[in-house]
């Protein structure tokens, strides 16, 4: 089931953006999605690079939203991603993907803005887990 979320969510990314031949060959260049198991209490670190000594660039904090009766996330950080926003998911559902670039030891490089192409760094673990978009 999650890997048939994982294919449909792909293939949404492919129809959003303008269907050129450049912007199809950057599909190619996703490994899968970093899928993010959440609750009201995850707290999830980005960072500039492979390493965790380093103090991360955004850390997302999930919380119940009283207003909407429903989960949502707070981004703290210098920047902001289009990628890294509470409407460019569907919560409701539990569903927090992120498409993957590259693999490094227990590190997913994950895309946090399609437009620019920039990536950031999550740590595999309990709440983030690397699922192939290809089924198998």
């Known amino acids: 089931m999650i890997q048939l979320a994982t294919i449909l969510t792909l293939v949404l990314f492919t ?52 207003a909407t009766d429903s989960l949502s996330f707070q981004v703290t950080g210098k920047e902001s991603y289009p990628l890294l926003r509470p409407e460019a998911h569907k919560l409701d559902y539990f569903h927090f993907e992120l498409p993957v670039k590259r693999k490094r030891n227990a590190w997913l490089e994950v895309v946090v803005d399609e437009r620019t192409g920039k990536t950031l760094w999550v740590r595999e673990g309990k709440a983030v887990r690397f699922v192939d978009w290809l089924p198998e």
Do not use: H, M, W
Not at 23 to 49: I, N, R, W, Y
């Open 15 to 66: 129809q959003i953006t303008a269907a050129t031949d450049r912007e199809c060959e950057k599909v190619t260049d996703v490994l899968g999605f970093a899928v993010v198991s959440f609750d009201s209490t995850t707290v999830l670190p980005f960072f500039a690079e492979s390493v965790s000594s380093k103090l991360p660039v955004q850390v997302l904090r999930f919380y119940n939203d009283p």
